[in-house]
């Protein structure tokens, strides 16, 4: 049973930048995609980024341009820099198989902007 961990969410102003990350406890070589996800206040959970195993990216056009999703699936690890943040980025960001999320989800991590 995989289990994912993020971490790297806080506090941060208008046109500042963070760094997620996404740590895996199992191998998550078996899925083709892995994604991150965000969830505000009153809406859906919708996916923002992707990246495969092929290291081939994705993104939602709301953040394409401002967020850069990274890492190694190999390793059990994605990572999601956030530049030029905007109020409407807060929200808990999760990570999980991009377009079909079929891993438990984690507890997720709070990105707050303010303006």
């Known amino acids: 049973q995989v289990q994912l961990v993020e971490s790297g969410g806080g506090l941060v102003q208008a046109g500042g930048s963070l760094r997620l990350s996404c740590a895996a406890s199992?191998?998550?070589?078996?899925?083709?995609?892995m994604g991150w996800y965000r969830q505000a206040p009153g809406k859906q959970r919708e996916l923002v980024a992707a990246?495969?195993?092929?290291?081939?990216?994705n993104y939602a056009g709301s953040v394409k341009g401002r967020f850069t999703i990274s890492g190694d699936l190999a390793k059990n690890t994605v990572y999601l820099q956030m530049n030029s943040l905007k109020p409407e980025d807060t929200a808990v960001y999760y990570c999980?198989?991009?377009?079909?999320?079929?891993?438990?989800w984690g507890q997720g991590t709070q990105v707050t902007v303010s303006s």
């Open positions: 990246i495969t195993n092929g290291g081939n990216t």
């Open positions: 999980n198989a991009a377009w079909a999320p079929i891993f438990d």
């Open positions: 199992g191998s998550i070589l078996s899925i083709n995609a």
